[in-house]
């Protein structure tokens, strides 16, 4: 399995921002896909977290309410719809799938909020 992120940029705070990961190969090993993130000198954290049926999604504490996780299972693509967007979620944003043989990156997209 491969993942690629798409979207990213700069914005201002209040704005919202989309991003998607896009996935190939053995995809119907993927159990479930979603993001995390890395702000400079922090620990990457949990964002997002859809299963590939669509019946469990998992958020972080500092994004409930505000940003929103979906697939497309057919594509075995996820979204994540940002909005309400804070200096705070500036990071670099990364695709995960969890297949059955472990989790798989991609090389991340950045997000910067200006206030």
């Known amino acids: 399995v491969q993942v690629v992120e798409s979207g990213g940029g700069s914005v201002q705070a209040g704005d919202s921002m989309n991003l998607s990961c896009a996935s190939s190969?053995?995809?119907?090993?993927?159990?479930?896909m979603g993001w995390y993130r890395q702000a400079p000198d922090k620990e990457r954290e949990l964002v997002a977290l859809?299963?590939?049926?669509?019946?469990?999604?998992t958020y972080g504490d500092s994004v409930k309410g505000r940003f929103a996780v979906s697939m497309d299972n057919s594509a075995y693509t996820v979204y994540l719809q940002m909005t309400d967007l804070k200096p705070e979620d500036t990071a670099r944003y990364f695709c995960?799938?969890?297949?059955?043989?472990?989790?798989?990156w991609g090389q991340g997209t950045q997000v910067t909020v200006s206030s």
């Open positions: 995960i799938a969890n297949t059955w043989t472990g989790n798989i």
């Open positions: 190969g053995t995809t119907f090993t993927i159990n479930a």
């Open positions: 859809i299963t590939s049926g669509r019946e469990h999604t």
